[in-house]
């Protein structure tokens, strides 16, 4: 079987949800072979083996120096070397960056913001703010396929996890980006916005940059935080937690709209959820239309009434 | 540029601008080849390139130089261009050709790449993504085409002599990303306050240059272009099945209790 390989996400060593969610698709349609970069791999080399990766290629921590190309440079080589089936990506920003530029240079094609993947790599799309369902597939050379996260539920299967370390002689061009600072900007306990099972989102409804009435919620539900294009721009919440068109795309298990009237470009980044609950005074707005349960009412008397159910019934 | 000390040359900066359907409209794709229905809804320039327009005018305003637009796309996205220069910018160039029709992203990229050939720039500036697509891969592409530094997802730019800095947002905060001009930028939202045309700058607009491209202007490939060509084919689409109507309560005291009920039936919690 051919392999299918698949870069893996990682923060400070630890594999990312999405990645197991990439090694159970590639099991699909082929035998999954993880990328990892950087130190780390054998500790995390276990659940990469969970989810049924038969390879682990360790590439060195340099790649991660500059931006981007040096990833695109090692994946073509690599698909090259091993004539991998498909490279299979998460679809956040810096990896369909990365996808782009791995198609580019292998002369394929590429898929974003895929939500699912068949064994004959048809891919599926949602597109236009969650009302058009599109198929699409790569014609020529290794398709490159970026793939949303929590589209599929991960499914453990045992894999060998052979490591191999693999190097790429990085050219001129691919080091001339350079990263010469990382800074960290409040992260918390929560889980990563794109990634989290549940999210909880704030909108004009909250009213002000008190923004504790969706954190306390949040935290009760073990969920990650969201904020509406209306609570960013009054400089309520910080702008890389927007959902919406021009923010992230959540398509998490339950999502929660606060205040959130539910405007087409809000829509935009999660229509494609699970289970979507509001909370909204005006019994006129849109998000009241395709919530699988809504409140017309005030969310500051009924997000802290729901939050104490929920710390209740724990 | 990267001449030592003194103020630098004037740079030339170019922007490009997508027109996209108005996501405010109800979006279609066309049954016969599974490309945009661009005659279904109305055309607008790409929110997110706006932010691009004015941070290459902020740069301009900073350093002295020249802003040219460059927009790939029909006939109809002339409008997009206008609005672009009554921001502000001071030309275009339009590159309009029946053979770019259908191309996907990379091609796209590809495109763009070559009609940057003709012209000479310091700093390619676009948004991050388009509203349509939403791919974000065209400013990876486009760097990759043209051998330049990518310096994308910027929510800071500064230039010093013939050295660009950006911050690139990242999940948790930002990187801090160092390169030598020319470069790629592709900026977020967050990056600055686009400026509202003045009716000064729209009357002036009108007579601005817009200078027409075609595919063998460019000496674009047309093997590597439109539709026939395109690198993915999108075999089929459909509506998606709406949602199930869902339970809609007004909250008479305990709307927080009902929700837990719901979600205790979900298994939520």
């Known amino acids: ?314 | 540029m990267g001449v030592q000390g003194g103020r630098p040359p004037a740079m030339n900066i170019v922007v490009l601008v997508k027109q996209v359907p108005d996501t405010a409209t109800e979006r279609k794709l066309n049954p016969a080849d599974n490309t945009l229905d661009r005659a279904s809804s109305d055309g607008v320039i790409n929110e997110l390139d706006e932010y691009a327009i004015e941070e290459a005018l902020l740069l301009k305003e900073k350093h002295g130089g020249e802003v040219t637009i460059l927009s790939a796309g029909p006939d109809q996205a002339t409008d997009s261009i206008r609005k672009a220069l009554s921001m502000g910018a001071d030309k275009a160039i339009h590159l309009n050709d029946e053979a770019l029709h259908g191309s996907d992203s990379l091609q796209t990229a590809y495109a763009l790449a070559q009609a940057l050939r003709t012209t000479e720039f310091d700093v390619v500036v676009l948004g991050s993504e388009s509203t349509d697509a939403r791919t974000g891969v065209v400013g990876a592409a486009l760097a990759e085409y043209l051998g330049l530094p990518q310096l994308t997802l910027a929510n800071k730019v500064d230039i010093d002599g013939g050295t660009i800095r950006i911050q690139r947002q990242t999940d948790d905060g930002y990187d801090v990303v160092e390169a030598q001009l020319p470069a790629v930028v592709s900026v977020v939202e967050k990056i600055n306050e686009p400026r509202y045309p003045s009716f000064k700058l729209i009357m002036a607009a009108k007579k601005k240059p817009v200078t027409k491209l075609d595919a063998a202007g460019a000496e674009i490939d047309p093997a590597k272009v439109g539709l026939a060509n395109a690198t993915t084919e999108t075999v089929d689409f459909a509506a998606a099945p709406p949602r199930a109507a869902g339970t809609v309560v007004k909250d008479e005291g305990t709307g927080g209790v009902q929700i837990a009920d719901f979600l205790a039936s979900k298994k939520f919690v």
Request: glycine share 8%.
């Open chain 1, 1 to 314: 079987m051919a392999e299918v390989l698949v870069l893996v996400d990682q923060v400070d060593g630890e594999v990312k949800k999405v990645t197991t969610e990439l090694l159970t698709l590639a099991r699909r349609i082929g035998e999954p072979a993880a990328v990892w970069i950087g130190e780390g791999a054998d500790d995390a080399k276990a659940k990469l083996a969970e989810f049924g990766a038969e390879k682990v290629y360790v590439a060195p921590a340099e790649l991660n120096d500059y931006v981007v190309a040096p990833k695109a440079e090692l994946l073509a080589k690599l698909a090259g070397e091993k004539s991998a089936a498909a490279i299979l990506v998460s679809a956040t920003a810096e990896n369909k960056e990365v996808a782009g530029r791995t198609a580019v240079k292998l002369g394929s094609g590429v898929l974003t913001d895929v939500v699912d993947v068949t064994a004959d790599l048809v891919a599926e799309h949602s597109i236009f703010g969650g009302t058009t369902i599109t198929h699409a597939k790569v014609r020529a050379g290794v398709p490159v396929i970026a793939v949303r996260p929590n589209s599929i539920p991960a499914e453990p299967a045992q894999g060998a996890a052979v490591e191999e370390q693999v190097s790429v002689e990085l050219s001129d061009a691919a080091k001339a980006a350079k990263v010469v600072e990382r800074v960290k900007q409040e992260k918390g306990a929560r889980p990563e916005l794109t990634e989290a099972a549940i999210v909880v989102s704030g909108g004009r409804g909250v009213g002000s940059d008190d923004f504790s009435v969706v954190e306390n919620l949040a935290d009760s539900l073990g969920a990650a935080v969201g904020a509406s294009r209306a609570a960013v721009d009054s400089g309520w919440y910080p702008n890389q937690f927007q959902v919406g068109q021009t923010g992230k795309t959540v398509s998490p298990q339950l999502y929660i709209a606060l205040g959130i009237s539910g405007a087409i470009q809000h829509r935009a980044g999660m229509q494609t959820s699970k289970t979507i609950v509001a909370v909204n005074k005006d019994p006129e707005a849109p998000i009241h239309e395709i919530s699988d349960f809504s409140v017309i009412g005030d969310l500051h008397q009924v997000a802290p009434q729901l939050t104490e159910e929920i710390n209740k019934r724990k």
